[in-house]
């Protein structure tokens, strides 16, 4: 076990508080202990703070939502207001990090704290969660040995299919799986460009609304695909490729 002297004795601990990937039952995708961690921390650092305090309303939080201190982190942070989180923590206070949806620090504004607690050795606890890129692994049937994580495709249509290429012809190489995401309302752009780049036999996954009643996680051919393209616009998917 590593000693405690790798770790600030007078710091707090941050805690990474998965989130729910949709409108789902909390009990089915979360810890039983979940609860008990959101009840003992001093604030929480936040994505988006309407979307947080509905997410610790549904999972149980005792404190009435309007004593609930949040911390936002987004794109609009800047790095003193963050180097500000930091100094809560070296101060003592527990801080609960909740991503917008998923885990937090994956895909995630949040990672730029985790990495300043993690300079300044302050204890970084990860919470057991949904991670929507990983369950779409799992239920690909794709290489889960070797796979590489790409976040968003270019938004011009020509970048976005020579990105596609790159992918596929690095999953050859490599024997990877190659996985993205992209927003919503661009899934079917996203689909079009991928039935355009890849050849047919390159095998294709598509998970949308992971861990919800309608969750969809099929794997095909793209020849196979683009017979029948599925209708996931504006639902929130993750897509996988691999070229064997």
Known sequence: MMSAKHLNPRAGILYMIPSLLGDS???????AGLTHIINSVDGFVVENEKTARGFLKK?????????V?????????TETE???????????????????????????PGAALVSLAQSQRVRVVPVTGPSSILLALMASGMNGQSFAFNGYLPVDKHERVKALR????????????????ETPYRNRQVMEAMMQALTPDTHMCVAANITLPEEYIVTRTVGDWKKNLPDIHKQPAVFLIHKY
């Open 69 to 77: 201190t949040l911390y936002p982190l987004n794109k609009h942070t």
């Open 25 to 31: 039952d909390p009990t089915m995708v979360l810890p």
């Open 166 to 181: 790159t992918l596929e012809l690095e999953s050859k190489r490599k024997q990877q799986t190659q996985i993205f995401i």
């Open 82 to 108: 963050t180097l500000d989180y930091l100094q809560l923590l070296l101060s003592g206070q527990s801080l609960g990090l909740v991503s917008e949806a998923g885990c937090p620090g994956v895909a995630d």
């Open 59 to 67: 999972v149980g939080i005792a404190k009435p939502l309007q004593e």
